[in-house]
């Protein structure tokens, strides 16, 4: 990507106010004055044992950095980037490695959870035929990490914690460490200093389950009880945060007042809809309805996809050789439905 391009879209992305905005200068001392307090209450009260007070503690802590992924299945020219903060071995990394082992397991037990494509084969098998008219859907979240409201998303995080019957001490525990994580997330870019004030950093290892705990919690206030949805809807699957499969059985007129309703609950978070009554594409696989309705799948890449070669004159490991055709035959005999797409 043409460097003039690349910082045209960082300033772009770092110049909105709602999201960042920039630090006098380097907010290292103060965050470590945040945390070392919290982490002896919480040791005092027997939350946590010495070995985490000790880890929670990071030693000589690097600055976290702001980039962007260009991506290019968007457009090729002046593609938009997905924004990172590098927080591996910052001071708020210890805090977010615990948080995102505490809550990891948790949110596998939300209503709409997907956990991989293996996962969504077996949805999509056990489903029975469908009729002509019924919908394929995918929905898409635009920007969600750095559109989550801090007080929304630390509800919506106490709430999963609630629901699991997580001890009241590790509540606390986990509210205070995530207060931290995100409201005194920084990062710099070039010489400058910046503080992220909405949403979480994708980057950090406590996004992941922070974000689908947002949604879930969405989802069970605004979504499953819905009337068009409770007629309509056969399947609502979620994979990580923001990418949802749905089987619609109804009408578009019913289809298209939901998508409405979703979209004008909260300001900050807005759905991308794409439908059809034949084929769609969802994560790696392309699902389609077959002629007796049943839906089959197929692989799907998008048009940016190259393939990635290894002469086999390399000096890598012959196992790993052996492998990689092993590996991609194995992946189209598990995704691929149609036996004879499948020998060709």
């Not at 307090?37 to 929670?56: E, N």
């Not at 020219?77 to 082992?101: A, C, F, N, Q, Y």
């Not at 969405?218 to 819905?226: A, G, K, L, M, P």
């Amino acid at each position: 990507m043409d460097r003039a391009d690349y910082l045209e879209e960082v300033f772009r992305q770092l110049g909105d106010a709602t999201v960042y905005r920039v630090l006098p200068h380097n907010p290292l001392n103060q965050i470590v004055q945040k945390i070392a307090p919290i982490v002896d209450f919480h040791f005092q009260a027997g939350t946590i044992d010495s070995k985490m007070r000790d880890f929670l503690i990071k030693r000589d802590p690097i600055t976290p950095i702001f980039y962007v992924l260009p991506k290019i299945h968007k457009r090729l020219v002046k593609p938009p980037g997905r924004p990172i903060v590098s927080l591996t071995d910052s001071v708020l990394s210890p805090l977010s490695m615990v948080l995102e082992k505490i809550l990891t397991p948790l949110v596998k037990t939300t209503r709409s959870f997907l956990l991989d494509t293996s996962d969504f084969i077996q949805i999509i098998k056990s489903l029975g035929p469908l009729a002509p008219s019924s919908l394929l859907i995918t929905w898409d979240v635009t920007s969600l990490y750095t559109s989550i409201i801090h007080e929304k998303g630390l509800a919506a995080t106490d709430r999963l914690l609630s629901e699991n019957r997580v001890d009241i001490k590790i509540r606390h525990f986990c509210a205070d460490l995530l207060n931290l994580v995100l409201k005194e997330n920084y990062f710099m870019f070039q010489d400058t200093f910046y503080a992220q004030q909405q949403g979480t950093a994708m980057g950090a290892n406590v996004a992941p389950p922070y974000a689908i705990a947002y949604m879930a919690a969405f989802e069970s206030d605004f979504v499953y009880n819905h009337p068009l949805f409770t007629a309509h809807c056969r399947v609502w699957r979620r994979y990580i945060d923001d990418d949802i499969f749905c089987v619609w059985d109804g009408p578009i007129e019913s289809l298209l007042p939901f998508d409405q309703h979703i979209n004008s609950i909260w300001p900050e978070l807005k759905f991308t809809i794409q439908y059809d009554t034949h084929k769609i594409s969802f994560l790696d696989t392309l699902v389609y309805k077959e002629r007796d309705g049943h839906l089959g799948i197929d692989l799907f890449t998008k048009a940016t996809d190259r393939n990635g070669l290894l002469l086999f004159s390399s000096w890598h490991p012959p196992s790993i050789k052996r492998s990689i055709p092993k590996s991609q035959f194995h992946r189209v005999d598990r995704i691929v439905s149609n036996m004879d797409v499948k020998k060709n």
